[in-house]
């Protein structure tokens, strides 16, 4: 296993496309989430998945953004319309139910809205 | 609403010597303290966690301090090592999620 995987690492798009972001965790992780993370900042939750549920989604998350998780396994996350606020790195991470809920991230997508 | 807070941007620490990294937090309901570590062009890697149940964790080098009173939790590196350059991330838990800080850059210097 090589751990949480993300692609594209880097995407250039101009104002009002739309970007796609997709996130393959640890197979044996039940858990995954997405976070965002802007310039010296730390990383900001935007939502994460039970399996296939998401169970919830921050304030953050505008109705131009859509994730999912068929199947439970991969996750996709979508902005429709971008914005140069949507300029951002974003983390994907999973984990396992249980103790610290110690989370795993992947080394993140970063997009650049022009 | 900043619920966790790491007020020094960055720290410089000579090889050898011992790095203390802060972090403040507000809400009474955090059960779990997470530090992370992050490299240029990696996501953040777990380091050391601590249950709001307990006062000290040891790993290795690195030592967690929770203050509950203080609202306060402190991270120790012993002896630090050039490698152990890179920005260190204070988070807590609530509920299922984590709320990080903004993060502290350090720099050990050989």
């Known amino acids: 296993d090589t751990g949480v995987s993300q692609d594209p690492r880097h995407k250039i798009t101009k104002r009002g496309q739309n970007v796609t972001f997709r996130c393959d965790p640890i197979?044996?992780?039940?858990?995954l989430y997405w976070y965002r993370q802007t310039l010296g900042q730390g990383p900001e939750f935007l939502t994460y998945?039970?399996?296939?549920?998401?169970?919830?989604k921050s304030r953050l998350l505008s109705d131009r953004f859509s994730a999912e998780r068929p199947k439970g396994s991969f996750s996709t996350l979508e902005i429709q319309r971008t914005e140069q606020g949507d300029s951002a790195m974003y983390l994907c991470?999973?984990?396992?139910?249980?103790?610290?809920?110690?989370?795993?991230f992947g080394a993140g997508s970063r997009l650049t809205v022009l | 609403d900043q619920q966790v807070k790491q007020n020094s941007p960055s720290l410089s620490v000579q090889e050898g010597r011992i790095s203390i990294l802060n972090c403040d937090y507000t809400?009474?309901?955090?059960?779990?303290f997470l530090w992370y570590k992050k490299y240029p062009a990696e996501g953040p890697t777990f380091l050391i966690s601590?249950?709001?149940?307990?006062d000290k964790n040891e790993d290795g080098r690195f030592t967690v301090f929770l203050n509950k009173s203080a609202k306060h939790l402190s991270l120790h590196i012993v002896p630090s090592q050039p490698g152990d350059s890179a920005v260190y991330f204070c988070?807590?838990?609530?509920?299922?999620?984590?709320?990080f800080g903004a993060g502290t850059i350090l720099r050990v210097k050989s």
């Open positions: 991470a999973s984990s396992l139910h249980s103790g610290a809920n110690v989370l795993t």
């Open positions: 197979s044996e992780h039940n858990r």
């Open positions: 998945f039970q399996n296939e549920a998401q169970l919830e």
């Open positions: 809400n009474s309901m955090f059960d779990y």
């Open positions: 601590i249950s709001s149940i307990k």
């Open positions: 988070a807590a838990r609530y509920g299922n999620k984590l709320v």
